[in-house]
Protein backbone atom coordinates (compact mmCIF):
# COMPACT_ATOMS: atom_id res chain seq x y z
CA UNK A 1 0.00 0.00 0.00
CA UNK A 2 1.38 3.12 -1.33
CA UNK A 3 2.69 5.55 1.78
CA UNK A 4 -0.21 8.21 2.58
CA UNK A 5 0.79 12.02 0.99
CA UNK A 6 0.17 14.89 3.00
CA UNK A 7 -0.13 17.86 0.93
CA UNK A 8 1.39 21.16 2.20
CA UNK A 9 -1.24 24.05 2.71
CA UNK A 10 -0.83 26.00 -0.21
CA UNK A 11 0.62 29.30 0.47
CA UNK A 12 -0.77 32.78 -0.08
CA UNK A 13 -0.60 34.47 -3.14
CA UNK A 14 -0.41 38.01 -3.33
CA UNK A 15 -3.84 38.98 -4.41
CA UNK A 16 -4.23 42.57 -6.41
CA UNK A 17 -8.22 43.00 -5.68
CA UNK A 18 -7.20 42.86 -1.49
CA UNK A 19 -4.42 44.52 -2.45
CA UNK A 20 -5.99 47.57 -4.26
CA UNK A 21 -9.09 47.32 -1.78
CA UNK A 22 -6.56 47.80 1.02
CA UNK A 23 -4.88 50.81 -0.14
CA UNK A 24 -8.54 52.61 -0.91
CA UNK A 25 -9.10 51.95 2.68
CA UNK A 26 -5.69 53.33 3.76
CA UNK A 27 -6.88 56.57 1.58
CA UNK A 28 -10.20 56.30 3.84
CA UNK A 29 -8.72 55.93 7.05
CA UNK A 30 -6.54 59.19 6.05
CA UNK A 31 -9.46 61.38 5.20
CA UNK A 32 -10.32 60.75 8.56
CA UNK A 33 -7.94 63.22 10.39
CA UNK A 34 -8.73 66.14 8.37
CA UNK A 35 -12.43 65.19 8.93
CA UNK A 36 -11.50 65.23 13.10
CA UNK A 37 -10.33 68.55 11.76
CA UNK A 38 -13.19 69.66 11.10
CA UNK A 39 -15.51 68.09 13.34
CA UNK A 40 -13.31 69.38 16.19
CA UNK A 41 -12.34 72.82 14.55
CA UNK A 42 -16.55 73.49 13.88
CA UNK A 43 -17.00 73.09 17.55
CA UNK A 44 -14.75 75.39 19.40
CA UNK A 45 -14.93 79.52 19.18
CA UNK A 46 -13.50 81.51 16.12
CA UNK A 47 -10.53 82.25 18.21
CA UNK A 48 -9.60 79.13 18.33
CA UNK A 49 -10.33 77.35 14.76
CA UNK A 50 -6.92 77.31 13.50
CA UNK A 51 -5.35 75.97 16.84
CA UNK A 52 -7.84 72.86 16.25
CA UNK A 53 -6.98 72.35 12.79
CA UNK A 54 -3.19 72.15 13.24
CA UNK A 55 -3.35 70.19 16.48
CA UNK A 56 -5.06 67.17 14.14
CA UNK A 57 -3.03 68.00 10.77
CA UNK A 58 0.00 67.87 12.51
CA UNK A 59 -0.22 64.72 13.55
CA UNK A 60 0.21 63.45 10.20
CA UNK A 61 3.32 64.63 10.00
CA UNK A 62 4.87 63.67 13.46
CA UNK A 63 3.49 60.32 13.51
CA UNK A 64 3.87 59.28 10.13
CA UNK A 65 7.99 59.59 10.50
CA UNK A 66 7.68 57.89 13.53
CA UNK A 67 5.99 55.58 12.25
CA UNK A 68 8.68 54.41 9.56
CA UNK A 69 12.15 55.19 11.84
CA UNK A 70 10.48 52.41 14.37
CA UNK A 71 6.98 53.00 15.08
CA UNK A 72 5.75 49.95 13.21
CA UNK A 73 9.02 47.67 14.20
CA UNK A 74 7.10 48.26 17.92
CA UNK A 75 3.96 47.86 17.16
CA UNK A 76 3.93 44.52 14.89
CA UNK A 77 7.54 43.20 15.42
CA UNK A 78 8.72 40.09 17.18
CA UNK A 79 6.41 39.87 20.75
CA UNK A 80 8.93 40.24 23.21
CA UNK A 81 7.52 39.20 26.79
CA UNK A 82 3.69 39.55 25.42
CA UNK A 83 4.60 43.81 26.02
CA UNK A 84 6.14 44.97 23.32
CA UNK A 85 7.21 43.96 19.65
CA UNK A 86 10.65 44.60 17.49
CA UNK A 87 12.01 44.22 14.53
CA UNK A 88 15.44 45.28 13.28
CA UNK A 89 14.83 44.91 9.83
CA UNK A 90 11.58 47.30 10.04
CA UNK A 91 13.36 49.84 11.02
CA UNK A 92 13.53 52.83 8.17
CA UNK A 93 10.94 50.05 6.34
CA UNK A 94 14.99 49.10 5.19
CA UNK A 95 14.16 45.51 4.65
CA UNK A 96 10.82 44.91 3.13
CA UNK A 97 10.61 43.32 -0.55
CA UNK A 98 7.94 45.18 -2.68
CA UNK A 99 6.29 41.84 -2.69
CA UNK A 100 6.60 40.39 0.40
CA UNK A 101 3.38 39.16 2.17
CA UNK A 102 2.06 40.36 5.20
CA UNK A 103 2.06 36.92 7.18
CA UNK A 104 -0.69 35.16 6.27
CA UNK A 105 -2.50 37.23 4.14
CA UNK A 106 -2.66 38.35 0.61
CA UNK A 107 -1.50 41.63 0.62
CA UNK A 108 2.16 43.20 0.77
CA UNK A 109 3.46 43.90 3.99
CA UNK A 110 3.77 47.74 2.52
CA UNK A 111 0.00 47.98 2.08
CA UNK A 112 -0.35 46.67 5.93
CA UNK A 113 2.22 48.96 7.58
CA UNK A 114 0.34 52.05 5.82
CA UNK A 115 -3.33 50.91 6.42
CA UNK A 116 -1.90 50.67 10.08
CA UNK A 117 -0.03 53.97 10.17
CA UNK A 118 -3.29 55.77 9.49
CA UNK A 119 -4.66 54.28 12.88
CA UNK A 120 -1.44 55.34 14.24
CA UNK A 121 -2.19 59.20 13.19
CA UNK A 122 -5.46 59.51 14.33
CA UNK A 123 -5.65 57.95 17.40
CA UNK A 124 -3.10 61.02 19.27
CA UNK A 125 -5.13 63.79 17.04
CA UNK A 126 -8.60 62.21 18.60
CA UNK A 127 -6.72 63.42 21.91
CA UNK A 128 -6.86 67.01 20.59
CA UNK A 129 -10.55 67.87 21.25
CA UNK A 130 -10.28 67.70 25.06
CA UNK A 131 -7.36 70.23 24.90
CA UNK A 132 -9.05 73.14 23.02
CA UNK A 133 -8.20 76.84 23.76
CA UNK A 134 -5.39 76.27 25.53
CA UNK A 135 -2.58 74.04 24.91
CA UNK A 136 1.25 75.29 23.39
CA UNK A 137 1.41 74.02 19.82
CA UNK A 138 5.15 73.22 20.47
CA UNK A 139 3.86 70.96 23.89
CA UNK A 140 1.22 69.43 21.87
CA UNK A 141 3.73 68.15 19.10
CA UNK A 142 6.37 67.10 21.53
CA UNK A 143 3.46 64.86 23.64
CA UNK A 144 1.88 63.29 19.97
CA UNK A 145 5.99 62.10 19.51
CA UNK A 146 6.20 61.19 23.40
CA UNK A 147 2.89 59.65 23.62
CA UNK A 148 2.73 57.48 20.21
CA UNK A 149 5.89 56.12 21.22
CA UNK A 150 5.65 54.64 24.97
CA UNK A 151 1.46 54.45 24.68
CA UNK A 152 0.06 53.33 21.37
CA UNK A 153 3.00 51.47 19.98
CA UNK A 154 3.03 49.55 22.89
CA UNK A 155 -1.17 49.09 23.02
CA UNK A 156 -1.36 48.46 19.65
CA UNK A 157 1.21 45.56 20.28
CA UNK A 158 -0.92 43.93 22.92
CA UNK A 159 -4.47 44.13 21.30
CA UNK A 160 -3.14 43.51 17.24
CA UNK A 161 0.73 41.78 17.45
CA UNK A 162 1.28 38.79 17.65
CA UNK A 163 1.99 37.13 20.58
CA UNK A 164 0.73 40.51 22.35
CA UNK A 165 -1.26 39.62 25.55
CA UNK A 166 -4.57 40.91 24.89
CA UNK A 167 -4.48 39.13 21.37
CA UNK A 168 -3.34 36.17 23.09
CA UNK A 169 -6.15 36.04 25.66
CA UNK A 170 -8.70 36.56 23.12
CA UNK A 171 -9.83 40.18 23.67
CA UNK A 172 -11.46 41.29 20.57
CA UNK A 173 -11.26 44.31 19.04
CA UNK A 174 -11.79 44.58 15.12
CA UNK A 175 -10.75 47.99 14.47
CA UNK A 176 -9.85 49.68 17.94
CA UNK A 177 -12.34 50.07 20.79
CA UNK A 178 -9.26 49.49 22.59
CA UNK A 179 -6.30 50.47 20.86
CA UNK A 180 -7.52 53.80 19.70
CA UNK A 181 -10.63 55.14 20.99
CA UNK A 182 -10.00 53.83 25.03
CA UNK A 183 -6.86 54.85 24.21
CA UNK A 184 -7.45 58.63 22.99
CA UNK A 185 -9.98 58.97 25.80
CA UNK A 186 -8.18 57.96 28.60
CA UNK A 187 -5.14 59.79 27.53
CA UNK A 188 -7.27 62.86 27.48
CA UNK A 189 -8.84 62.60 30.73
CA UNK A 190 -5.33 62.23 32.09
CA UNK A 191 -4.24 64.93 30.38
CA UNK A 192 -6.67 67.09 31.36
CA UNK A 193 -7.06 66.85 34.85
CA UNK A 194 -2.64 67.95 34.73
CA UNK A 195 -3.50 71.11 32.62
CA UNK A 196 -6.90 72.03 33.91
CA UNK A 197 -9.59 73.84 32.92
CA UNK A 198 -9.90 76.57 30.43
CA UNK A 199 -10.44 80.50 31.56
CA UNK A 200 -14.34 80.27 31.88
CA UNK A 201 -14.99 77.38 32.10
CA UNK A 202 -18.71 76.82 33.66
CA UNK A 203 -18.88 80.77 33.30
CA UNK A 204 -18.26 82.11 29.78
CA UNK A 205 -20.22 80.63 26.53
CA UNK A 206 -18.22 78.46 24.74
CA UNK A 207 -20.62 77.37 21.70
CA UNK A 208 -19.41 75.65 18.41
CA UNK A 209 -19.00 78.84 15.90
CA UNK A 210 -19.95 77.08 12.77
CA UNK A 211 -22.02 73.86 12.88
CA UNK A 212 -21.92 73.78 9.07
CA UNK A 213 -18.10 72.85 9.95
CA UNK A 214 -19.35 70.15 12.52
CA UNK A 215 -21.66 68.48 10.37
CA UNK A 216 -18.80 68.49 7.30
CA UNK A 217 -16.46 67.00 9.70
CA UNK A 218 -19.01 64.25 10.80
CA UNK A 219 -20.08 63.34 7.61
CA UNK A 220 -16.07 62.98 6.24
CA UNK A 221 -15.62 60.65 9.03
CA UNK A 222 -18.58 58.28 9.01
CA UNK A 223 -17.34 57.86 5.00
CA UNK A 224 -13.95 57.24 6.28
CA UNK A 225 -15.13 55.16 8.60
CA UNK A 226 -15.95 52.10 6.38
CA UNK A 227 -12.50 51.69 5.37
CA UNK A 228 -11.23 52.27 8.80
CA UNK A 229 -13.91 49.52 9.73
CA UNK A 230 -14.01 47.21 6.79
CA UNK A 231 -10.38 47.00 6.14
CA UNK A 232 -9.29 45.86 9.18
CA UNK A 233 -10.30 42.24 8.04
CA UNK A 234 -7.13 42.82 5.68
CA UNK A 235 -8.97 41.34 2.68
CA UNK A 236 -12.70 40.53 1.63
CA UNK A 237 -12.48 36.82 0.92
CA UNK A 238 -15.00 35.60 3.18
CA UNK A 239 -17.53 38.04 3.87
CA UNK A 240 -16.57 39.67 7.09
CA UNK A 241 -15.75 42.81 6.01
CA UNK A 242 -18.78 43.30 4.16
CA UNK A 243 -20.59 42.11 7.44
CA UNK A 244 -18.37 45.21 9.69
CA UNK A 245 -19.34 47.51 6.69
CA UNK A 246 -23.21 46.54 7.28
CA UNK A 247 -22.58 46.99 10.08
CA UNK A 248 -20.96 50.17 10.74
CA UNK A 249 -23.83 51.61 8.90
CA UNK A 250 -26.32 50.36 11.19
CA UNK A 251 -24.72 50.74 14.11
CA UNK A 252 -24.13 54.65 13.51
CA UNK A 253 -28.00 55.26 12.37
CA UNK A 254 -29.05 53.77 15.82
CA UNK A 255 -26.64 55.97 17.79
CA UNK A 256 -27.57 59.06 16.23
CA UNK A 257 -31.33 58.35 16.62
CA UNK A 258 -30.70 57.17 19.98
CA UNK A 259 -28.93 60.11 20.81
CA UNK A 260 -31.44 62.72 19.19
CA UNK A 261 -34.69 61.05 21.16
CA UNK A 262 -32.38 61.29 24.28
CA UNK A 263 -31.90 64.85 23.55
CA UNK A 264 -35.04 65.49 22.40
CA UNK A 265 -36.38 64.27 25.47
CA UNK A 266 -33.64 65.59 28.43
CA UNK A 267 -32.96 69.04 26.54
CA UNK A 268 -36.80 69.68 24.46
CA UNK A 269 -34.65 69.68 20.66
CA UNK A 270 -33.27 68.32 18.36
CA UNK A 271 -29.45 69.52 17.36
CA UNK A 272 -27.83 69.34 14.45
CA UNK A 273 -24.25 69.05 17.71
CA UNK A 274 -26.29 66.08 18.63
CA UNK A 275 -26.87 64.51 15.28
CA UNK A 276 -23.26 64.70 14.76
CA UNK A 277 -22.16 63.42 17.84
CA UNK A 278 -24.94 60.69 18.10
CA UNK A 279 -23.26 59.31 14.42
CA UNK A 280 -19.35 59.39 16.00
CA UNK A 281 -20.59 57.85 19.42
CA UNK A 282 -21.75 54.74 17.32
CA UNK A 283 -19.12 54.56 14.95
CA UNK A 284 -16.83 54.38 18.25
CA UNK A 285 -19.22 51.44 19.68
CA UNK A 286 -19.08 49.63 16.29
CA UNK A 287 -15.29 49.66 15.82
CA UNK A 288 -14.64 46.86 18.46
CA UNK A 289 -17.51 44.94 17.59
CA UNK A 290 -18.99 45.03 14.53
CA UNK A 291 -17.07 41.97 13.06
CA UNK A 292 -18.97 39.85 15.84
CA UNK A 293 -22.03 40.84 16.06
CA UNK A 294 -25.28 40.53 13.88
CA UNK A 295 -27.33 43.78 12.28
CA UNK A 296 -29.58 43.40 15.05
CA UNK A 297 -27.05 43.45 17.39
CA UNK A 298 -25.46 46.42 15.82
CA UNK A 299 -28.50 48.27 16.42
CA UNK A 300 -28.71 47.30 19.97
CA UNK A 301 -24.65 48.16 20.32
CA UNK A 302 -25.74 52.17 18.47
CA UNK A 303 -28.50 52.64 20.26
CA UNK A 304 -27.25 51.99 23.54
CA UNK A 305 -24.31 53.94 22.83
CA UNK A 306 -26.25 56.81 21.61
CA UNK A 307 -27.76 56.95 24.72
CA UNK A 308 -25.05 56.97 26.98
CA UNK A 309 -22.49 58.70 25.26
CA UNK A 310 -25.27 61.56 25.19
CA UNK A 311 -25.64 61.01 29.23
CA UNK A 312 -21.78 61.01 29.83
CA UNK A 313 -21.29 64.02 27.97
CA UNK A 314 -22.59 66.11 31.25
CA UNK A 315 -20.49 64.33 33.28
CA UNK A 316 -17.53 67.09 33.14
CA UNK A 317 -19.54 69.47 34.36
CA UNK A 318 -20.65 67.35 37.71
CA UNK A 319 -17.04 66.32 38.55
CA UNK A 320 -15.69 69.29 36.96
CA UNK A 321 -13.07 68.41 34.51
CA UNK A 322 -13.10 70.49 31.33
CA UNK A 323 -13.27 67.86 28.45
CA UNK A 324 -13.74 70.81 25.54
CA UNK A 325 -15.28 68.73 22.81
CA UNK A 326 -16.34 65.11 24.70
CA UNK A 327 -13.34 63.09 23.63
CA UNK A 328 -14.36 61.38 27.31
CA UNK A 329 -17.50 61.00 27.06
CA UNK A 330 -17.75 60.23 23.17
CA UNK A 331 -14.95 58.12 22.67
CA UNK A 332 -13.41 56.82 26.35
CA UNK A 333 -17.34 55.83 27.42
CA UNK A 334 -18.13 54.65 23.23
CA UNK A 335 -15.14 52.40 23.09
CA UNK A 336 -16.11 50.91 26.44
CA UNK A 337 -19.61 50.43 25.86
CA UNK A 338 -18.82 48.76 22.34
CA UNK A 339 -16.01 46.62 23.65
CA UNK A 340 -18.01 44.99 26.34
CA UNK A 341 -21.36 44.32 24.50
CA UNK A 342 -18.65 42.06 22.45
CA UNK A 343 -19.33 39.72 25.83
CA UNK A 344 -23.22 39.75 25.27
CA UNK A 345 -24.02 40.22 21.83
CA UNK A 346 -21.41 38.38 19.82
CA UNK A 347 -23.14 36.14 17.68
CA UNK A 348 -20.68 33.26 16.74
CA UNK A 349 -21.60 33.12 13.11
CA UNK A 350 -18.92 36.54 12.34
CA UNK A 351 -15.15 36.73 12.80
CA UNK A 352 -14.81 34.01 14.67
CA UNK A 353 -17.25 31.37 16.80
CA UNK A 354 -17.26 33.40 19.77
CA UNK A 355 -20.60 33.96 21.57
CA UNK A 356 -21.51 36.66 24.18
CA UNK A 357 -24.16 35.42 26.95
CA UNK A 358 -27.24 36.55 25.40
CA UNK A 359 -26.07 33.68 22.28
CA UNK A 360 -25.88 30.88 24.68
CA UNK A 361 -21.90 32.06 25.48
CA UNK A 362 -21.89 32.77 29.08
CA UNK A 363 -19.72 35.56 30.30
CA UNK A 364 -16.19 34.09 29.80
CA UNK A 365 -15.52 36.84 26.44
CA UNK A 366 -17.66 40.01 28.62
CA UNK A 367 -14.76 39.13 31.51
CA UNK A 368 -11.61 38.75 28.57
CA UNK A 369 -13.36 41.98 26.86
CA UNK A 370 -13.09 43.47 30.60
CA UNK A 371 -9.64 42.80 30.69
CA UNK A 372 -9.02 44.36 27.76
CA UNK A 373 -10.71 47.98 28.65
CA UNK A 374 -9.76 48.12 31.94
CA UNK A 375 -5.93 47.39 31.41
CA UNK A 376 -5.24 49.54 28.22
CA UNK A 377 -7.60 52.23 29.95
CA UNK A 378 -5.44 52.34 33.39
CA UNK A 379 -2.60 52.43 31.45
CA UNK A 380 -2.98 55.56 29.22
CA UNK A 381 -4.87 57.44 31.41
CA UNK A 382 -1.69 57.31 33.83
CA UNK A 383 1.32 57.49 31.32
CA UNK A 384 -0.29 60.39 29.93
CA UNK A 385 -0.90 62.43 32.95
CA UNK A 386 2.97 61.72 34.17
CA UNK A 387 3.82 63.06 30.14
CA UNK A 388 1.50 66.11 30.95
CA UNK A 389 3.03 66.36 34.05
CA UNK A 390 6.95 66.18 33.26
CA UNK A 391 6.29 68.45 30.12
CA UNK A 392 3.98 71.24 31.81
CA UNK A 393 6.75 71.38 34.59
CA UNK A 394 9.62 71.76 31.70
CA UNK A 395 8.79 73.52 29.01
CA UNK A 396 4.86 74.17 30.23
CA UNK A 397 1.99 72.87 28.27
CA UNK A 398 -0.24 75.90 28.47
CA UNK A 399 -0.46 79.57 26.60
CA UNK A 400 -0.96 82.49 28.86
CA UNK A 401 -4.31 83.19 30.21
CA UNK A 402 -3.88 86.43 28.32
CA UNK A 403 -3.13 84.67 24.70
CA UNK A 404 -5.92 82.10 25.80
CA UNK A 405 -8.41 84.78 26.19
CA UNK A 406 -7.23 87.33 23.34
CA UNK A 407 -7.31 84.16 21.09
CA UNK A 408 -4.73 80.92 20.61
CA UNK A 409 -5.00 81.04 16.65
CA UNK A 410 -3.01 84.49 17.13
CA UNK A 411 -0.81 83.65 19.89
CA UNK A 412 0.61 80.08 18.06
CA UNK A 413 0.34 80.61 14.33
CA UNK A 414 -0.45 84.43 13.85
CA UNK A 415 -3.39 84.03 11.80
CA UNK A 416 -7.32 83.73 11.97
CA UNK A 417 -9.49 81.38 10.69
CA UNK A 418 -11.83 84.33 9.05
CA UNK A 419 -10.80 87.67 7.38
CA UNK A 420 -13.60 90.01 7.28
CA UNK A 421 -11.18 93.09 6.19
CA UNK A 422 -12.20 92.88 2.73
CA UNK A 423 -16.08 92.24 3.49
CA UNK A 424 -18.24 95.44 3.16
CA UNK A 425 -21.42 96.17 4.64
CA UNK A 426 -24.72 98.16 3.49
CA UNK A 427 -24.49 100.25 0.73
CA UNK A 428 -21.83 101.87 -1.19
CA UNK A 429 -21.44 105.52 -0.58
CA UNK A 430 -22.28 108.03 -3.11
CA UNK A 431 -20.60 111.11 -1.43
CA UNK A 432 -17.30 111.49 -0.22
CA UNK A 433 -16.37 111.46 3.58
CA UNK A 434 -14.99 115.28 5.04
CA UNK A 435 -11.12 113.99 5.53
CA UNK A 436 -11.31 114.79 9.12
CA UNK A 437 -14.35 112.13 9.64
CA UNK A 438 -12.83 109.82 7.21
CA UNK A 439 -9.62 109.82 9.71
CA UNK A 440 -11.67 109.88 13.31
CA UNK A 441 -13.46 106.48 11.02
CA UNK A 442 -9.83 105.09 10.88
CA UNK A 443 -9.12 105.50 14.37
CA UNK A 444 -12.39 104.15 15.31
CA UNK A 445 -11.55 101.38 13.29
CA UNK A 446 -8.66 100.38 14.34
Known amino acids: MAPAITLAAEAPKLSAANTGFMLICSALVMLMTPGLAFFYGGMVRVKSTLNMLMMSFISLGIVTILWV ?82 VYFPVAHWVWGAGGWAFELGVIDFAGGTAVHINAGAAALGVILVIGKRVGFKKDPM ?67 GAASGAVAGL ?47 HLVGGVVGSLLIGLFASGKGQSTVEGLFYGGGLTQFWKQCAGVFAVLAYSLVVSAILAFVLDKTIGMRVSEDEEVAGIDQAEHAETA ?20 AAESKKVDA
Not at 419 to 437: C, L
Open 207 to 273: RPHSLPLVMLGAGLLWFGWFGFNAGSWLGNDDGVGALMFVNTQIATAAAMLAWLIYEKIRHGAFTTL
Open 69 to 150: LYGFSMAFGTDSGSLIGWNSDWVGLSNIGLTQLWDGYTIPIFVFLVFQLMFAIITPALISGALADRVKFTAWALFIALWATV
Open 418 to 437: YDFSGAGGGTARTTAVPAPV
Open 284 to 330: VAITPAGGAVSPVGAIAVGAIAGVLCAMAVGLKYKFGYDDSLDVVGV
